[in-house]
């Protein structure tokens, strides 16, 4: 699958074999022009890499676990990789979040988690059904940079998602509903986007997990993500093009001769390799770019399920732990402020449940991370332990080995992470469709044939791979035209 390279002169090199790096490759083969992908590591993958971090035969995922813009991103889903071995698992619901009184649902079908959802059935359904029904449409249209002529194709769609997303999550919750789980059930969503509630366009990010929750789930792959890479990257071979793993780039210099070099890497990351290429005023921009909150991940083996105490939760891929639409959103405020959130939002995905590839018979795994201050060396082992006692008592017995990845750890296995910024990049307004700096061209640098394809250009974070598939785009219509 990977080969050794024969570092000759190629139409396109990309550095990082991230999930953006290996599409951008693809999208370059698929043209038909040479491409080869240099990796740091010894294996492909950037945030898809899964191991054993805990005990023998318990397979974590060491960066992303659930993918629901991996399965509806609009690029991944034109690529053959169930050919590669790629299978996702969709456990029977997406999504649970518990409460006192009892856990709402994310349901694959809107109907059947409208009816669960009480008095706010109406209002989840008016919520929902469009966007499910114009999915196509918006992943086109806002899964990249803005695009006039796209916004222009559906302007009633868009225009409706538009005026929705554009909100704080917070009021846009207390507008369409009225009970606490229906609110939780959104804020839960709404906070992957790393913001405060009460900010814009936190409200964007819950439309769209909750609109693809319906439309295509929340999976996981069979086996771990780096199975999700491994597709890619065997596609890519079969394309023709090349991958270099154990090969760091420390400046552009070390790369072979190519008429466009693209780059998967963030803004800091890109000062250091372009030495002294960038003009002054370019640098000094993507000096300028804000990097979000970091995260604390934690990794179980566990001698039997969670025993959440609505049971319902074990029908769930994903559970979001946090309480209620207040609980969520003072959370994530104070982490905004730099500070440490004693009842913490923490996002929990229980792959062996569904997948038994991941642990030895009758074991389990547990993926679980939280959002903390950018940087911060706080161990929040207690703090998370905490919160999945309130809603699985009983917890702690169950766990056999824990393996915790603070922010400086995630920034050591990947320097796209910088202070544990999964997402390359604060994503709020001034950085959601401007990243890395204000331009109508976010993926091309002032330096002829360079670009950058990685989460710090539209669409963000994620496994989507369509930072990656645009830059191309680019480049394809540029030096490699």
């Known amino acids: 699958m990977v080969a050794a390279g024969s570092r000759g ?39 898809m890499r899964s191991g054993e971090l805990t005990l023998p035969g318990f397979i974590h995922d060491i960066c992303s676990t659930a993918h629901p813009l991996g399965i509806a991103s609009p690029f991944f889903r034109t690529l053959p990789l169930e050919r590669y071995g790629l299978e996702w698992v969709q456990p029977p619901a997406p999504m649970a979040h518990p409460l006192p009184g009892g ?11 409208a009816a669960g959802l009480g008095e706010d059935a109406a209002g989840w359904r008016l919520l929902m059904e469009p966007l499910a029904d114009d999915w196509d449409a918006i992943a086109s249209a806002f899964l990249g940079p803005l695009r006039p002529l796209a916004l222009a194709s559906h302007p009633f769609a868009l225009g409706r998602f538009g005026a929705q997303a554009v909100m704080p999550a917070s009021l846009l919750a207390r507008l369409y509903f009225q009970t606490d789980a229906a609110r939780a059930l959104f804020a839960g969503m709404a906070a992957h986007a790393m913001l405060p509630l009460d900010q814009p366009p936190s409200a964007a990010f819950g439309l769209m997990l909750g609109a693809s929750g319906h439309v295509a789930g929340w999976p996981f792959a069979r086996g771990g993500s780096q199975r999700i890479a491994d597709a890619l990257a065997a596609y890519l071979s079969d394309l023709g093009g090349e991958i270099i ?3 760091p780039i420390a400046s552009l210099d070390d790369l072979p001769p190519a008429r466009a070099i693209l780059c998967d890497i963030t803004p800091r990351q890109l000062l250091q390799v372009a030495d002294k290429r960038l003009p002054a005023g370019y640098a000094a921009a993507l000096r300028r770019y804000r990097y979000g909150p970091g995260s604390f991940k934690l990794d179980y083996a566990l001698d039997a399920p969670v025993p ?29 402020r730099g500070e440490i959130a ?101 993926y091309r640098t ?25 830059a191309a785009r680019d480049a394809l219509a540029g030096p490699l035209r």
């Not at 922010?407 to 390359?424: C, K, T």
């Not at 044939?449 to 645009?470: A, E, K, Q, R």
């Open 9 to 47: 002169a190629y139409d396109a090199v990309v550095v990082g074999s991230g999930p953006n790096g290996l599409a951008a490759a693809i999208t370059i083969a698929l043209a038909g022009r040479s491409v080869a992908v240099f990796e740091a590591r010894e294996t492909v993958g950037g945030g």
């Open 245 to 247: 793993t154990s090969a």
């Open 103 to 113: 856990a709402a649902l994310l349901e694959r079908s809107i109907e059947r988690t």
């Open 446 to 470: 002032p330096v002829e044939g360079l670009y950058l394809c990685s989460s710090s250009t539209p669409p963000g974070g994620g496994v989507h791979g369509m930072c990656g598939y645009w």
């Open 308 to 336: 959440w105490a609505d049971p319902a939760c074990l029908r769930a891929g994903t559970v979001h732990v946090g309480g209620t639409l207040e609980e969520i959103a003072a959370s994530e405020r104070a982490v905004a």
């Open 342 to 442: 004693e009842r913490p939002y923490v996002l929990i995905v229980q792959q062996s449940l569904f997948d038994p590839t991941r642990a030895p018979e009758g074991k389990h795994t547990l993926w679980a991370y939280c959002h903390v201050p950018n940087g911060s060396t706080v161990d929040m082992t207690a703090r998370v332990e905490a919160q999945i006692e309130r809603f699985a008592p009983g917890f702690r017995e169950r766990v056999l080995a824990r393996h915790a990845t603070g922010p400086a750890d995630l920034e050591r296995y990947n320097p796209n992470y910088v202070g544990g910024d999964i997402n390359g990049g604060l994503q709020d307004f001034a950085q959601l469709f401007t990243r890395p700096t204000l331009s109508l061209d976010p």
